[in-house]
């Protein structure tokens, strides 16, 4: 799933993707940099994070991590995991009251097919609950296409509009695992973290779940994505996680040769109770041609909870 010889380095602009005039040095973006289309500071969140290093990338995975590439556009991504789920059924619905709904999965089956959306949005300094972080009005099928007032293939106009400062650039991936007993939506968003080569992932619709990510390049040339630290938010209050009770997620982004097609291993471990959530699997990955409107009606970049 990974491999040694890993190479992290601190996060930081790209060449050629270098960050706007408008960007500030805590993070958050002025008016210009988050317009709808304008250009994602430092490529993407994860081409951001790794900096230099994103060079020993897979051409074809860095193609992945560029993603959309600007504020409001959106990559569909449509594949099949040779194995996906949880084994720990009753622990997830048990945890659900407290963490919030799309993010546990309960089914744990091998050839899963699985659609996924991942969207650049604009997120407020306060991010990490509610819905005014999420998408668009659409609803995404299991085809890996937002469904919106009839409209498919994603293609939704996008109006154009500015966003105030205080805010960051995120990705948000929808994901619709396809199991035999019905489809189940796994949600997060990802923002530049708090300490160079990481990112914030704060899981699930209500984001009550946060992991820090060190992101880092393999030998391979794959994106490995791993935890380091975790909390857990209750409306204001972000609690630090102890070691015993937290997980380690460990994820590979990398790319086949011999098939012609993107690659993902995942693992999320307990100190407790072992592996609770994995999935293995290949994908193709494109562009959509539109994106439903970004934050909530009204508001750009919405300030949360």
């Known amino acids: 799933m990974s491999s040694e010889g890993d190479v992290s380095v ?29 250009p994602v500071p430092g490529g993407s969140v994860f081409l951001a994070a790794l900096g230099p290093a994103a060079a020993l990338l ?14 409001g556009g959106a990559v569909s991504v449509t594949g099949e995991f040779s194995v996906a789920g949880s084994r720990y059924r009753w622990l997830n619905l048990l945890a659900r009251p407290i963490v919030g709904p799309e993010l546990f999965v309960t089914a744990h089956e091998r050839g899963v097919p699985f659609a996924v959306v991942n969207t650049v949005v604009r997120v407020g300094d306060g991010a990490g609950v509610g819905d005014s972080v999420r998408g668009g009005d659409g609803v995404l099928g299991s085809d890996g296409v937002r469904e919106n007032d009839g409209v498919r293939g994603g293609s939704v106009a996008v109006s154009p509009r500015s966003a105030p400062a205080g ?35 704060l899981l699930g619709r209500d984001r009550r779940v946060e992991l820090e990510l060190r992101c880092s390049v393999t030998a391979e040339g794959h994106l ?22 937290s997980v380690r997620a460990d994820v ?54």
């Open 224 to 245: 490995r994505l791993v935890s380091e630290r975790a909390w857990l938010r209750l409306g204001r209050l972000r609690m630090r996680l102890p070691s015993l009770l």
């Open 10 to 38: 601190p996060g930081g602009a790209l060449p050629g993707g270098a960050l706007s005039d408008g960007a500030l040095s805590d993070g958050a973006l002025s008016d210009g940099a988050l317009s709808d289309g304008a």
């Open 252 to 305: 590979s982004d990398g790319f086949d040769d011999a098939s012609n097609r993107n690659t993902v291993a995942a693992r999320v471990r307990s100190p407790l109770l072992g592996t609770v959530l994995e999935y293995r699997g290949s994908f193709t990955h494109a562009a959509l041609t539109g994106a439903a409107p970004i934050g909530s009606p009204g508001s750009d970049c919405p300030e949360t909870q």
């Open 167 to 201: 805010c960051q650039v995120g990705l948000q991936a929808e994901r619709v695992f396809v199991f035999r007993r019905g489809e189940q939506r796994f949600v997060d968003v990802l923002l530049p973290g708090e300490r160079p080569g990481t990112l914030r992932n």
């Open 58 to 71: 897979h051409p074809e995975v860095r193609r992945y991590a560029a993603g959309a590439g600007v504020v």
